[in-house]
């Protein structure tokens, strides 16, 4: 199998250090399978508590959705905060609420430079329909502190100097980043807490033993630990066969432009705001690096995409703007994305020493680094409280035909969005 990473976040990126595989078999407090967000930021928080911590990537930190993703740091889950109050209790929704501010906390208290920007998020809408949803969602967020506005046609047209669209809202808790350059500082602060970390490391298999686990490395080479943590997210793989078809992974597809003019700048998204549309196949669209214009999307599921899946991409970038239909586009990459059938992210514990999280369907740059961080505190210390439940691994029927899955889901949420405008 093979991934394009010709992204434009590794073609901007600071220089990345190497990190050593693991060649002789150890013996750790906590292992922690998945070097992204979300287990790196579960090391740097055992790490910081003083517990042993050593992390594998079966490539390098970031390999996966961590440092391909659109770098917008949006707080909440799919559901509106009501909802999550209801279903879920107060608690959830404080902490799905908090998740970016405890992002660009973490970033400032740990120096990272990744060009945070909390420059807020816009979700804008293409649609009229979608607009009292929109007015429902800031209200609920406005009611618990967070700073929201809505914005008339006029404004999220100035704002994003696209004429497609009708009206949405701003969420000031938000903002973007470079996350190719966010992961890696993870990735260094938690080393330069004591955390061991192995790239071109792959765990292919867990034994049980009476106290612990070990877990077993492609090279030979084990690791034996009293707790092992699981974050492999869309990466999943055969290590738990189970744990792999309870997601699908789904492509998100992304384009950059070659730079645009000051002139361009001036007129597309002038203060830089990151913005998704409010679709059931959302559309997402950012300044990045070199003053290009990022844009991106869910696309056909295929192991290996190839030039064509890009198409319907860079169609959506032309609609919204046409006056980059001559544009050159200098970057595209692929990520995977681990849907749930809840779309909500999963935390197991199927046995009180094997934590596993997984899931963030797409948003999960904000949420994975503060669940992470939930995680690693709980596990260093059980009176520290998760913000999710633990749930039952319970692998989606069929997942074999999971690419067909994907694809037919695709087109039944193309057609949805299409019928409703
Ligand atoms: C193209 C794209 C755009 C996105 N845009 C945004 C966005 O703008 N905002 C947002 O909030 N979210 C976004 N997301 C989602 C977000 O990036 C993810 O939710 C988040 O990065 C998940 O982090 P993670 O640490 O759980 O998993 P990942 O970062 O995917 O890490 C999993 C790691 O596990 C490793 N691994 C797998 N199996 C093994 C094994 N057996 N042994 C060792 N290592 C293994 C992999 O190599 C990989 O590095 C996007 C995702 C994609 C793909």
């Known amino acids: ?60 930190p970031g390999f996966g959705a961590s440092g391909r993703n659109g770098g917008q740091v949006i707080p909440g889950i799919k559901y509106d905060p009501d909802e999550i109050d209801r ?38 809408s293409l649609k009229s329909a979608h607009l009292e949803k929109l007015e429902s969602r800031a209200r609920q967020w406005e009611k618990r502190g967070a700073p929201t506005e809505m914005l008339s046609t006029d404004q999220v047209q100035v704002l994003t100097g696209s004429d497609a669209f009708k009206g949405g809202w701003l969420d000031s808790r938000a903002g973007q980043l470079h996350p190719l350059n966010y992961v890696t500082g993870l990735a260094l602060a938690a080393q330069a807490k004591g955390a061991a970390i192995h790239a071109g490391t792959e765990a292919v298999r867990l034994e049980k033993l009476s106290s612990g686990w070990r877990i077993h490395t492609k090279s030979g080479a084990s690791i034996t630990a009293a707790h092992v943590v699981v974050a492999t997210n869309g990466y999943s793989g055969e290590l738990l066969p189970k744990l792999r078809a309870t997601v699908i992974p789904a492509n998100s597809f992304q384009v950059a432009t070659q730079p645009l003019s000051p002139d361009q700048l001036s007129r597309i998204l002038p203060r830089q705001t990151p913005v998704s549309d409010s679709r059931r196949l959302a559309n997402y669209f950012r300044i990045g690096p070199e003053g290009r214009l990022m844009f991106g999307g869910r696309g056909n599921f295929r192991d290996d995409p190839a030039a064509d899946d890009y198409r319907k991409i860079i169609a959506g970038l032309h609609w919204i703007y046409p006056e980059l239909a001559e544009a050159q586009i200098a970057f595209r990459w692929t990520g995977r994305v681990a849907m749930t059938y809840d779309h909500l992210p999963h935390l197991h514990q199927p046995f009180d020493d094997l934590t596993i999280a997984l899931g963030y369907n797409g948003r999960g740059l904000a949420l994975a680094s503060a669940l992470g961080a939930a995680i690693g505190r ?13 749930s039952k691994i319970n692998p989606l029927p069929l997942h074999g035909m999971h690419p067909y899955y994907a694809t037919m889901a695709i087109w039944y949420y193309r057609l949805r969005d299409m019928l409703e405008s």
């Open 1 to 60: 199998m093979s991934y394009d990473i010709a992204s434009i976040w590794a073609a901007t990126a600071r220089k990345r250090p190497s990190f050593p595989s693991l060649d002789t078999s150890v013996k750790t407090d906590v292992a922690i399978i998945g070097a992204g967000f979300t287990g790196l930021s579960a090391a740097l928080h055992l790490a910081e508590a003083g517990t042993d911590v050593t992390v594998l990537d079966s490539r390098d």
């Open 378 to 390: 709980h596990i260093a210390d059980r009176s520290q409280p998760l913000p999710f439940e633990f």
């Open 87 to 124: 279903v879920y209790g107060e608690e959830t929704t404080e902490f799905a609420g908090r998740t970016a501010e405890f992002t660009f906390d973490l970033i400032r208290r740990l120096a990272i430079d990744c060009n945070a920007q909390r420059n807020g998020w816009i979700q804008a």
